[in-house]
């Protein structure tokens, strides 16, 4: 099955994106009228960006030798963007909101609720037929959230959300309700959502919405849509702490807890690296035939295949809590087309990501990911 076969893309999609692009632009117009500075469409505030490397396993078998796997044991430098996914910059763990308005718990303070995370990696000088061969970039982008499947099944889907945000000033809660209408094509999605629910938390990773971390050090993260692995074949990955630390997090209703906890954790570290494996799922064409709008095209849909280690990211200690660090952080452009055809983005919301990151990066000025800088400091290097 040649490649464009692991795709089906729905009549009218094209408007659909266009429509989403356009309504990227009008919300960060609102939002960012009166600041000095245009910030993200999606994953606007970060809790920290991180240098690392990115070491293909040593012992990686020859059926996963694609693309940036192609080679065991070559390592890259990485840029690593920590990120909370909410389209505001806001408390990290916020009140949980009904109806426009914070719900009150039973001690009579709001309740709060655990936002979705992010974990971004770029890796640089990657060599290969490249997806976009003048976006500037020599790098292969791998962008996670802190939960297995996506909130939304397609493009129609991301459109009604967005076009909820922005007709409800930033309010979501009518695509929410939407979900739960007594439309079946809606009732049946919401029954499809709620079981993948069920199935996810039966899995060995923790479930969608993970409680809230030690750190942003000590989240699974995954990729969630599904992507290219060389010809005939598509993959998913993630990214799981090593060693995670465990226990009670710091306080939550502190704004920025988490940028507070990946400093905390840093320093506690001691020097030592902090590691993730980088794993994948894999189908080939013949596992997906008939299964494309469900397997590919569906991005609520959970894969149960079994993760295989196919690289290790390492974090050395550093500083990345310094201005300049900081400007560099906000600087990056992150899209899953940043990157090799052998890993080519598939199904509608990766075809919707390339225009509209397109039109978030263009809109805030940073067209191109500045190159990574040299370590924090002399003589850091990944003990591994």
Not at 114 to 138: F, T
Not at 256 to 277: Q, T
């Amino acid at each position: 099955m040649p490649s464009n076969e692991l795709e089906k893309i729905p009549p009218n999609e094209e408007a659909g994106i266009d429509s989403v692009a356009a309504l990227t632009v009008k919300l960060l117009e609102r939002r960012y009228a009166a600041e000095p500075r245009v910030l993200r469409g999606v994953h606007p505030k970060d809790h920290g960006c991180v240098e690392a490397l990115f070491t293909v396993a040593k012992t990686l078998a020859p059926e996963h030798r694609v693309g940036v796997f192609q080679q065991p044991g070559q390592r890259f430098r990485a840029a690593i963007r920590f990120s909370n996914a909410a389209p505001l910059v806001m408390p990290d763990t916020p009140p949980v909101m009904q109806g426009g308005k914070p719900v009150i718990g039973p001690d009579g303070k709001p309740m709060l609720g655990h936002d979705s995370r992010g974990m971004a990696i770029k890796l640089y000088d990657v060599s290969g037929p490249r997806l976009l061969p003048d976006d500037g970039e020599r790098t292969q982008d791998f962008l996670m959230i802190n939960q297995p499947v996506f909130a939304f099944a397609n493009v129609e889907d991301y459109e009604a959300l967005n076009q909820v945000i922005f007709r409800d000033k930033e309010v979501p809660d009518a695509f929410f309700q939407r979900m739960a209408s007594t439309d079946k094509k809606i009732s049946d999605r919401a029954k499809a959502t709620r079981a993948i629910v069920g199935q996810i938390k039966s899995l060995t990773f923790p479930p969608s919405f993970q409680a809230p971390p030690m750190s942003p050090l000590d989240n699974s993260y995954f990729g969630a849509a599904p992507f290219l692995f060389g010809e005939g074949r598509a993959m998913k990955f993630c990214a799981v702490p090593v060693n995670p630390a465990t226990g009670a997090p710091g306080d939550v209703s502190e704004r920025d807890y988490l940028r507070a906890a990946m400093l905390k954790r840093m320093s506690e570290a001691k020097g030592k690296d902090i590691c993730f494996d980088f794993k994948i799922q894999v189908r080939t064409a013949a596992q997906l035939a008939d299964r494309i709008e469900t397997e590919i095209e569906d991005v609520c849909t959970l894969w149960n295949d079994p993760f295989v280690t196919v690289a290790r990211i390492t974090i050395p200690a550093q500083v990345f809590d310094a201005p300049e660090r900081r400007e560099f952080c906000e600087k990056l452009v992150y899209t899953p087309w940043h990157g090799l055809e052998a890993h080519r983005p598939l199904g509608g919301i990766n075809r919707l990501r390339k225009k509209v990151y397109e039109a978030s990066a263009n809109h805030r000025g940073c067209p191109v990911s500045p190159q990574l800088p040299g370590p924090l400091r002399k003589g850091v290097t990944p003990s591994r």
